[in-house]
């Protein structure tokens, strides 16, 4: 049952053809990084593992999936206010899994990073499914999560619906 309901939100967090409040395909609005964003995703990335490292005082070569479990394991996760390094660190995992690429879309007017399956319609928005868990003060168990997500993936990557 915890599976099925753990696939569940993961699916509700991936957007595929949504039309926006002004009636557009969200996936009109998607554009790749520009040199700026890419290197805003690069820099987050590299601070967000490197503070979380430090506190935590683990290895460099510590998987982060490891170090996330450990901000859901002491608590701060549900305290945490900006999601958007944490959404990063999420992100690159999904990235490194699935072959997803960082881009940014636009959603109720306003631009937003998100992950793309190359060619299809496929959105994940990373800060946002840990902002719906915090917001819910769920327990995430973060291999799993991650495991689901790509799972979710694979299974509608090469459903036609999703085809661009």
Same mark, same amino acid.
């Given at each position: 049952?915890?599976?099925?309901?753990?696939? !569940? *939100?993961?699916?509700?967090? !991936?957007? #595929?053809?949504?039309?926006?409040?002004?009636?557009?395909?969200?996936?009109? *609005?998607?554009?790749? +990084?520009? *040199?700026? @964003?890419?290197?805003?995703? =690069?820099?987050?990335?590299?601070?967000?593992?490197?503070?979380?490292?430090?506190?935590?005082?683990? =290895?460099?070569?510590?998987?982060?999936?490891?170090? +996330?479990?450990? +901000?859901?394991?002491?608590?701060? &996760?549900?305290?945490?206010?900006?999601?958007?390094?944490?959404?990063?660190?999420?992100? @690159?995992?999904?990235?490194? @899994? *699935? #072959?997803? @690429?960082?881009?940014?879309?636009?959603?109720? #007017?306003?631009?937003? &990073?998100?992950?793309?399956?190359?060619?299809?319609?496929?959105?994940? &928005?990373?800060?946002?499914?840990?902002?719906?868990?915090?917001?819910?003060?769920?327990?995430?168990?973060?291999?799993?999560?991650?495991?689901?997500?790509?799972?979710?993936?694979?299974?509608?990557?090469?459903?036609?619906?999703?085809?661009?």
């Amino acid at each position: 049952m915890l599976l099925r309901v753990v696939m !569940l *939100s993961c699916l509700l967090s !991936l957007i #595929g053809c949504s039309e926006q409040p002004d009636g557009r395909a969200i996936e009109d *609005s998607i554009q790749p +990084l520009t *040199s700026d @964003e890419s290197r805003l995703v =690069a820099d987050t990335r590299e601070k967000t593992v490197a503070d979380l490292q430090m506190r935590y005082s683990v =290895a460099k070569d510590v998987d982060n999936v490891a170090i +996330l479990q450990r +901000l859901i394991d002491d608590g701060t &996760f549900v305290q945490t206010t900006d999601m958007m390094p944490l959404g990063i660190v999420w992100g @690159e995992l999904i990235c490194r @899994e *699935s #072959g997803t @690429e960082w881009v940014t879309a636009e959603w109720d #007017g306003r631009r937003m &990073f998100a992950l793309n399956v190359p060619d299809t319609t496929i959105l994940l &928005f990373p800060i946002a499914m840990l902002e719906k868990r915090r917001d819910r003060q769920e327990t995430v168990d973060f291999q799993l999560f991650l495991t689901n997500t790509v799972d979710a993936i694979a299974k509608m990557k090469p459903d036609p619906e999703y085809q661009r």
